[in-house]
């Protein structure tokens, strides 16, 4: 063949494979955009989509204020993350779950929109560089929000004195018209309106309350579609109730002698079959360690498994035929060793003055308090004066001539008691 015409065939040749192969890749670039959410009208014709939404449905209905789109994606899938459209316009990029599972997509619209339509669809976005555009819910109308708001939580009370509190709370609902405070006197009180607060209220105050009784709140949120459920009760005393049951009240813990715990409680019911002791430490559950019968206001909890140092919770539960009720919670530290008592307490009585001092001897320094407790031959003994532990004399100038006189005393460090000094007795006469 003449070089001529062989030059001739191979650039024809070339010329040809480079035009099929143009052919091939722009067939190729073709089908790959029909799933690149660049060009979304391209995707709205497909049967299967890989996202797909099933609500709002087209000619469907969404709510002021909060809505959640109802959307799956067909395995296998692997998120990089969502983009949502409304009106064909970028509104938000959702990330996936930190498991990388589909998150939830939520949208918001304000009043503004309430009467309006909108068309909506979602972007997937895969980890392999692919995207598809899921199918468009067209002419969705957004319409009042008809559902009662959400039931308020975490109902708290903040104690500032005896009588005055603050009641606070938290609520999820986008719009509340007001919020209604209910409160009740005691156990056998009956539910009334409290206070009417701002929709825009998270806390109030409640003052003038009588440290004699115990008050019960719950709260609710009002708006032209209804009432919420009410929140949880909350009460002053601390404790939890039905109001079938009235629990225990006034738990209190004191630690006796060595690792031993007296609590002390009142009994509000009388229909109670028997008083549960539990305990806890260090965060762990309430365990129940006594089971004691009705009518029962004081356990000891002996050293047996209390371990020094620790703080160590316990409350009451009283339960009846079908129900329980618990009292507050009380904590208290397990100091190491005992208390050593005062010694050598001594009594001289001074006529001129009239007074009858004391003095004793105290080698204890975990001690923060003495209490000196006096009677006559006609009484018993009564705290005469709580005095602070850097003392070791006290001057009683409460007497009279021609009485006989006993003292003692013991120290104290707010958790437990040593035990009591030697007696002295002492005339006035």
Partial sequence: MHL???KMYKWLAETRRRFIFLILFSLLLSQSCVDLSTNPDQNENRSNYKIQISSPSSNGTLMEGNNEIIYSISQPYTIKFLELYIDGKFVKNIPPNSDGTAPKVNISFDSLFIGKKVDLYLIYYDTDGSSQKSNTAVQVLITNDNRPPFKPYNLAVLKFSDGSINISWK????????????????????????????????????????????????????????????????????????????????????????????LNWNDNSDNENYFAVQRSSQGAPFVRIAALPKNT??????????????????????????DSASSNTVSIKITSGILLPPTNLTANYNSVIRVIQLNWNSSDNNILY?????????????????????????????????????????GYDLNRFSEYSNEVTISTY
């Fill in 4 to 6: 001529k015409h062989y």
């Fill in 370 to 410: 003495f209490d000196i407790e006096r009677k006559t031959d006609s009484t018993n003994f009564a705290l005469l004066r709580r005095i602070e532990s850097g003392n070791n004399l006290y001057l009683d100038f409460n007497i009279e001539t021609n009485k006989i006189y006993t003292y003692r005393i013991r």
């Fill in 171 to 262: 609520d999820s609902s986008r719009y509340v018209t007001k919020y209604e405070l209910w409160r009740k006197i005691n156990f056998d009180g009956i539910y009334q309106l409290h206070q009417e607060l701002s929709g825009k209220s998270n806390n109030t105050n409640d003052a003038n309350l009588d440290t004699n009784n115990i008050y019960f709140y719950k709260i609710r949120g009002v708006k032209n579609s209804g009432y919420s459920d009410f929140s949880s009760e909350i009460n002053t005393a601390g404790i939890i109730t039905s109001g079938n049951l009235f629990p225990p009240t006034n738990l209190v813990a004191a630690v006796h002698g060595i690792s031993n715990v007296i």
């Fill in 297 to 322: 206001t004081s356990y000891k909890d002996s050293a047996s498994g209390l371990i020094t140092g620790a703080t160590y919770n316990y409350k009451i539960v009283a339960y009846s035929n079908e």
